[in-house]
Every structure is written in structure tokens, then in C-alpha cells.
């Protein structure tokens, strides 16, 4: 294989009906879910668009700015398909806006992105806090934002024409780090990096469950690139849903069998707290 694109494809022919994605709420009910044939034709059909109305180019950078789901994970295959560079980052949220639009715009200069991606809501919502922070000193003491092309991703739906061709570049992602301690820096991960890993650290099908964030390396690639690469089937959900409510985790590896789940200490402690 040469690319995580093949994978896929693979994937999506040898068992098209299995399921490849499910995510989950608070409760453990799945509120969006993808087979590998539905997985397969959605991020065809958002890469053709991407290419032809969005007129985005291989080798382009953009930013992938999303709420937890697994239309992140779309717009990342979309742009693998088509050779466009996805760079994930953590999305600005009332709680944290200030500092995530730093690291935002230090990304996206860093990157020299042309693009940003996200859903309709999370648009709506950033452009609401972006609009109470121009009223306010903070406006005049923050860096400015780079000019970025904001493209939303969940109302494209449809089925990709005969003659789309996929056109994958070597590099699959930028990955950045947190900048939790200096500027974030930028790691270039390759298909060929995945693909090995992938097949150093399994060698059956396994069943995954995940409340990690998916902009982290370990959340993204473990838990949503892995399974179509080896054939299974990933469960996951919001970091904020496990927050809210520990047991799920423990739920749903239960329920569903899991082989793989993977937290920080902090993860197993919370969930023996008493309260």
C-alpha cells in the first residue's frame, strides 16, 4: 500500500457493510456513524468538491478546526484524497478563546495556510465570538488572524462522478504540537509513517474505543486512521462527554468488546473519584 487512500479502498470493498466509525453521546447512543463503503464515498465526494468548487491544490495547507465528531475525520481522508495538507488544531471555544486563537493564527502562519475547515455550527459560533472580542481591549492586544478561506464541510453530501482520481501527496498531515510550554512546532507525518507504525504495533483486527482529542496524535492516528488501515471498528466520543460522565468509557468498552483504549493517568484516577 502506499497510502492510508488504499487502505480504504481496500476497506470499503473486502467488507463494505462493517462498520468503521461510531460516535457517541453522553449516554452511549451513536449519533453519527459510518460504514466503509459510506465512509468511502463521503470523503470521495467532499474531495471532488473541495478540488472543483473549492478550487483547492495538492500540496495546499489547511486547517482542519472542528468540535469532536467524525466530520473531522472526513475532511482529513477528503484532503489526503486529493493531496491537500490537513493541519489539525484545537478548536476556540468560550472557555479557552483567547489563548486557542494565539495558537490558532501562530499555526496558521507557521503552516502558511490558504484554508480553514469546520462545520456550519462551529462557523456560526466562532464568528459570535469574534464579534463580542472585537468590542472589547482584547481586539487591540492580540495578534491578528491571517486571512483564511473558512469552507464548511457538513452540509456536502452527494456521491463523487465517474471520473474523479484520487491524488495523494507523500505527506499525509501536519501534526502540531500543544504549545502548552514554547510555540507550537510542526511534525510532518507521511502515509508511509502510518502505514508502518500501523502494522509495527497490530497485527489482528481490534476493536477501538477513544474519548482522546482528536487533534492530538494519539487520538487522531491510534484511534481514527488505524482501524480502516487494519480492518476494525472505532467508538468514540467527546473529551468533554467523558468529563461529564466517566462510566461511559468503561461502558462502552464493555458493551462493545474493545481490544484497544489508551487515556493519560489522569483518565483511570478520575474515574475511582467518589464524587
Not at 64 to 88: N, Q
Not at 136 to 147: E, I, K, N, V, Y
Request: glycine share 6%.
Amino acid at each position: 500500500m502506499r497510502s492510508i487512500i488504499d487502505a480504504l479502498e481496500h476497506g470499503a470493498a473486502e467488507h463494505p457493510d462493517k462498520c468503521l466509525y461510531s460516535f457517541l453521546d453522553v449516554a452511549g447512543r451513536a449519533t453519527d456513524s459510518y460504514t466503509y463503503l459510506g465512509f468511502h464515498q463521503r470523503t470521495r465526494h467532499l474531495a471532488q468538491q473541495l478540488r472543483e468548487e473549492k478550487a483547492l491544490r495538492r500540496g495546499d495547507r489547511v486547517l482542519l478546526v472542528y468540535p469532536p465528531g467524525l466530520e473531522l475525520i472526513v475532511a482529513l481522508v477528503a484532503c489526503a484524497r486529493i493531496g491537500v495538507i490537513p493541519v489539525p488544531v484545537y478548536p476556540p471555544t468560550p472557555m479557552n478563546f483567547e489563548a486557542a486563537l494565539v495558537k490558532l493564527g501562530f499555526v496558521a502562519a507557521d503552516c502558511q495556510a490558504t484554508a480553514a475547515l469546520t462545520t456550519r455550527g462551529f462557523h456560526r459560533s466562532y464568528r459570535l465570538l469574534l464579534a463580542k472580542r472585537r468590542i472589547t481591549s482584547l481586539w487591540l492586544r492580540t495578534p491578528q488572524l491571517p486571512a483564511l478561506d473558512w469552507i464548511t464541510t457538513d452540509d456536502a453530501r452527494g456521491v463523487a462522478s465517474s471520473g474523479f482520481v484520487d491524488d495523494p501527496d507523500p505527506v499525509l498531515l501536519l501534526q502540531y504540537t500543544s504549545g502548552s510550554t514554547s510555540d507550537p512546532k510542526g511534525v510532518v507525518v507521511s502515509h508511509d509513517n502510518v502505514l508502518h507504525n500501523c502494522a509495527a504495533a497490530l497485527d489482528f483486527v481490534p476493536t477501538f474505543v477513544s474519548w482522546l482529542p482528536q487533534y492530538h496524535d494519539m487520538g487522531l492516528i491510534g484511534y481514527y486512521l488505524y482501524p480502516f488501515i487494519t480492518g476494525g471498528t472505532a467508538y468514540g466520543f467527546s473529551p468533554l462527554d467523558f468529563l461529564k460522565r466517566p462510566v461511559l468509557w468503561l461502558e462502552t468498552i464493555s458493551r462493545v468488546g474493545a481490544s484497544h483504549t489508551a487515556a493519560p493517568n489522569f483518565g483511570y484516577a478520575y474515574c475511582l473519584r467518589e464524587d
